[in-house]
């Protein structure tokens, strides 16, 4: 007897894209018909995302009730309305592989954004937003960061950016640091390295775009969690973008470009048997999961996602080989943390939630459900409603028991709760980056 879906774990199968047939239409369109087909037939995954209501909507305005009758132009209203948070695929489909019926929505989702970047489709806004690192180059000249913060703060300016460029006025966008994390970071630490059985004694910091030139702070935090802990480390000396914000465009070709940096650095610190970190979810799940299915035969990129850890995954880690400080001086009081999807889908649990509940005086308030930003999604015009609508429950949940901080590992949808709490009118909360909760509670913070 053949076995119901879902009761084995689910495994994820590599990426064909180089393949010819991966950017042919036609087939595509066959394939989406067919997943399609079993979504309507299943309707499991509708409270997740925009992608499933916008599908069952024109699957019931056909004649027949039926996929085959929607037209195939159509299809486009689905694949926007995904963003690749992952969910559907870890928690609810039950025919994910390896059930028979082999079905990857991201994945297929991921190939049609491919197909249409392929065909010049994508707009001048998205391939903008998606360039992080020449956004990026505006941090690091105080005069200029201080100008753009600035006028990026302006009513007017933000109507305008919204009519030429389509990111809505009302989202929140981040500002640029006037210094970059490398410009101050110190570069490495001289702590002698204590292995554990769990853990390598010694670690490389990815530092990521986003703190790089947006919110530095964290990575200086996270510099002042290592050496609390006498943990040496160095710095990635020229890293580039992860590739996340390509990858959800389907601009493969400019992830493979970024690859080619980022990779061979890397690697040569995972073969010297250092853990690489990341305080940024989505880059982490980027090392670990996509550039592996993407590029399953490279042996250094399979190298560096084995060296790859989340911040909190390897300091319970840590805690378990007896090498973790636990000399906290202040209490937190009441937390509400949110767990990102791309924290989610790396299958650790819960461990940043495991590591502020280690604090005395401390209590977590656990909120797992997409928050609806991810990434540049839902700053756009089009989308912007949706992500708020989509993080409703969340903004609620994170306004239970009136909380002193609320923190998620993902800042970005850290700040988008923090906005949605005020728009509901929720009591608000200092809004903390999870690795700068516990350095307060260290009594390292500043």
């Not at 300091?315 to 906290?328: N, S, V, Y």
């Not at 709760?417 to 608000?428: C, R, T």
Request: hydrophobic residues 35%.
């Amino acid at each position: 007897m053949k076995r119901e879906g879902n009761l084995e774990a689910p495994t994820r199968h590599p990426l064909d894209w180089k393949n010819p047939e991966f950017y042919d239409q036609a087939k595509l369109d066959v394939e989406l018909e067919r997943v399609f087909d079993i979504c309507h037939g299943c309707r499991r995954c509708v409270s997740l995302c925009g992608s499933f209501p916008s599908l069952f909507d024109l699957v019931d305005a056909t004649e027949d009730g039926e996929v085959h009758g929607i037209d195939k132009k159509d299809y486009a209203a689905v694949v926007d309305q995904c963003y690749l948070c992952d969910l559907c695929y870890m928690t609810k489909c039950p025919y994910v592989p390896p059930h028979e019926w082999n079905l990857d929505f991201p994945h297929l989702m991921l190939r049609a954004k491919a197909v249409k970047h392929e065909n010049k489709g994508t707009s001048f806004r998205d391939n903008l937003l998606s360039s992080t690192d020449k956004l990026g180059s505006f941090a690091g000249i105080p005069i200029v960061t201080q100008a753009v913060n600035a006028i990026n703060k302006i009513p007017a300016v933000r109507t305008v950016m919204e009519s030429t460029l389509g990111v809505d006025k009302n989202a929140w966008i981040p500002e640029y640091a006037p210094k970059k994390f490398k410009q101050l970071a110190t570069k490495s630490s001289a702590w002698p390295v204590k292995n554990g059985t769990k853990t390598p004694g010694k670690v490389v910091i990815y530092a990521t775009c986003f703190i790089n030139y947006n919110e530095p702070g964290i990575g200086q935090d996270l510099i002042k969690l290592l050496d609390h802990n006498e943990i040496p480390y160095e710095l990635v000396n020229k890293e580039a973008c992860c590739g996340m914000p390509k990858l959800e465009l389907g601009d493969l070709n400019e992830v493979e470009k970024l690859k080619d940096i980022n990779i061979p650095q890397l690697s040569k610190f995972a073969k010297e048997g250092y853990a690489i970190l990341t305080p940024i979810p989505s880059c982490t799940l980027m090392f670990k999961q996509e550039l592996p299915l993407m590029f399953p035969d490279e042996v250094d990129v399979q190298l560096v996602k084995e060296a790859m850890w989340d911040p909190f995954e390897y300091l319970i880690a840590r805690k378990k080989d007896g090498l973790l400080k636990e000399d906290f001086k202040e209490e937190l009081g009441h937390v509400s943390y949110h767990v990102p999807c791309h924290s989610r889908v790396q299958n650790v649990g819960k461990k940043t939630a495991e590591t502020l509940e280690m604090i005395p005086g401390t209590t977590v308030n656990v909120v797992e459900r997409c928050s609806g930003h991810s990434g540049t999604w839902g700053v756009k015009k089009e989308f912007h409603a949706m992500a708020m609508k989509i993080g409703k429950p969340v903004f609620k949940n994170m306004a239970n028991n009136e909380p002193d901080y609320i923190s998620s590992d993902c800042q970005l949808a850290g700040h988008h709760i923090e906005q949605g709490m005020a728009e509901a009118g929720l009591k608000q909360a200092k809004m903390m980056h999870p690795i700068s909760l516990v350095v307060k509670a260290y009594g390292l913070a500043e």
